[in-house]
């Protein structure tokens, strides 16, 4: 009987053993948002850009590494060539956003700015008085990205409020010896396409409606689980979530038909 219990006990550790090598967790101390405004920096970028592979690359990663711990960033990727394309996701990021930009276009919040004047805009957003806050965990299981989540609101509020949370890739091969479909036009050795937008919980860029009537209270949290399949050539090791609260306007002439309210990540970028 000892034996045939240590050898069951033997199976149950093989077996535990075997199921964590397809698990990737991102662990946080809690679960509940803390009432921190950050700010938000969204790309849209393409393979096929010069100026993307340079003055829109250093920008990109100089606003990450001087605002760690207070900036989200997103790289939308278009065009048929590049093989990073989100597709509904760029289209529908970009169509609530004001016009005219080309590529690469920065968006700080909901200003369209230019590259050599992003900080003011940051300091800008990070100086307001948050309204509401996200804070999740996730876990790699398989194929899939689960994301467990908070969202709370400081203040009361009226109005449709959105969370989308997207599933984004760092470190990816965009030198001259990478393959077709992620070299950098003016990329050079070494260069990495980071905070790729992979894919997110919806279709779209600006999530699904967490709010459930005309006014939210002040202290009310709503729970949210989702979970983001993943691509078999997507390194699981790269990948990362980000989160961001959207606002929809009221007015329908708006060119932002979704404004940025708050969004968290778990990244330290240096």
């Not at 050599?116 to 790699?140: C, G, H, M, W």
């Not at 050795?189 to 980071?194: A, L, T």
Request: glycine share 8%.
């Amino acid at each position: 009987m000892k034996k045939i219990n240590l050898l069951f006990t033997a199976l149950l550790i093989l077996v535990s053993l075997s199921c964590k090598k397809e698990v990737t967790t991102t662990t946080v101390n809690s679960l509940t948002p803390e009432m921190k405004q950050w700010a938000f920096m969204g790309e849209t970028t393409s393979i096929t850009c010069s100026t993307c592979g340079y003055s829109g690359y250093n920008s990109f990663n100089l606003m990450k590494k001087n605002n760690s711990g207070k900036l989200i960033a997103l790289a939308f990727h278009c065009n048929v060539e590049d093989a990073m394309s989100s597709n509904n996701l760029e289209w529908s990021y970009d169509a609530s956003r004001p016009t005219g930009g080309g590529i690469p276009s920065f968006y700080i919040g909901d200003q369209q700015v230019y590259l050599s004047n992003l900080q003011p805009y940051i300091d800008t957003l990070v100086r307001r008085s948050p309204e509401a806050q996200l804070k999740f965990s996730t876990v790699i299981v398989g194929t899939k990205m689960n994301v467990t989540s908070k969202i709370k609101f400081f203040k009361n509020v009226s109005g449709d409020y959105y969370v989308t949370y997207f599933l984004c890739e760092r470190g990816i091969d965009g030198s001259p010896s990478a393959p077709v479909g992620y070299v950098q036009t003016s990329g050079g050795v070494g260069y990495k396409h980071n905070n790729v937008v992979r894919a997110a919980n919806t279709s779209t860029a600006y999530g699904v409606k967490i709010t459930t009537a005309a006014t939210t209270p002040l202290n009310t949290v709503f729970d949210y689980t989702c979970s983001i399949d993943i691509a078999s050539n997507w390194i699981k090791t790269n990948l990362f979530v980000t989160g961001v609260i959207w606002k929809k306007n009221t007015v329908a002439s708006a060119s932002c038909q979704y404004v940025f309210v708050n969004g968290w990540d778990a990244q330290v970028y240096n």
